[in-house]
C-alpha cells in the first residue's frame, strides 16, 4: 500500500478534481490543453490525485469516484473545500448563541463546528463524530456530548 501523502492540492490539481466531479471523466489531452501544460505533468498530477485517492486512473485519464467510501479522510476534507465553508457559513448564521446542535459524521459538518466555534458562545454540541470531539473539545465557548 503507497503511503498517502499529505500535501495540499495546487489550484490545477483542485480544478482537475472539480472538472472529473463534474464530468465524471476528465483526459491527459483535454487537461493539457485547458491548463496549457505537459502531458507529463497532467500525468503527474492524475497520478498524484489517484495515489492520494481524490480520483481513479485509467490509461489515458481519470474518473471521479462516485461516492466516498474508498476515499481517505485527508482526501474528503479537501474535496468541495470553497462549497464546505459556504454551508459552514450559512448554518453558523442561522443558529444564534446559547443553542444545542446536533453535528452527525461528515467533513461538511466539521467545517460547520469550526465555523461554530469561531463566532458563537454557550453552544453545547451533541456528536458522534470524533473529528468534532477533538475541533470542540478544548474551546471554552462550548460543551461537547458524546
Known amino acids: 500500500m503507497k503511503d498517502i501523502q499529505k500535501n495540499p492540492l ?4 483542485r480544478d482537475i478534481v472539480n472538472y472529473a466531479r463534474k464530468d465524471g471523466f476528465v483526459t491527459v489531452e483535454n487537461l493539457s490543453e485547458l491548463f496549457q501544460v505537459t502531458h507529463q505533468t497532467i500525468r503527474r498530477d492524475l497520478t498524484y490525485l489517484s495515489d492520494n485517492l481524490y480520483l481513479s486512473r ?3 485519464g481519470a474518473f471521479f469516484q462516485s461516492g466516498v467510501s474508498n476515499v481517505n479522510h485527508y482526501s474528503r476534507q479537501s474535496i468541495a473545500q470553497e462549497e464546505k ?13 446559547n443553542s444545542s446542535v446536533v453535528l452527525n459524521i461528515g467533513t461538511t459538518t466539521e467545517q460547520v463546528a469550526r ?4 463566532t458563537h458562545q454557550g453552544l453545547k454540541i451533541i456528536t458522534n463524530n470524533i473529528n468534532i470531539v477533538n475541533i470542540a473539545g478544548n474551546s471554552k465557548n462550548c460543551e461537547v456530548w458524546v
Do not use: E, F, Y
Open 10 to 13: 495546487n489550484k490545477r490539481q
Open 58 to 60: 485509467t490509461h489515458g
Open 85 to 97: 465553508l459556504a454551508i459552514a457559513s450559512k448554518v453558523s448564521a442561522l443558529i444564534p448563541d
Open 115 to 118: 465555523s461554530l466555534l469561531s
